[in-house]
């Protein structure tokens, strides 16, 4: 099973809100400098994903896999 979660890297964030715009499920919050995906509300739909124009949402399990070698599910 393909284990996708979503995380904000804060190197590459310019704090543009871009994400948490377009979030239907509100998970993002802006408590801190960075915006923060509460992976509770997060229903994995990738539109965060997309809409980040920097690349700074990023799914750390699938580069995991990938690094390693190994091929995802």
């Given at each position: 099973m393909r284990q996708t979660y979503y995380v904000i890297n804060s190197h590459l964030?310019?704090?543009?809100g871009a994400c948490q715009k377009v979030c239907p499920h509100g998970a993002l919050t802006t408590a801190s400098p960075v915006p923060v995906i509460d992976q509770t509300l997060c229903r994995h739909c990738g539109m965060c994903f997309r809409a980040c124009r920097l690349g700074a949402v990023t799914r750390p399990y699938e580069?995991?896999?990938?690094?390693?070698?190994?091929?995802l599910p």
């Open positions: 964030c310019c704090r543009c580069l995991y896999q990938l690094k390693k070698g190994r091929r």
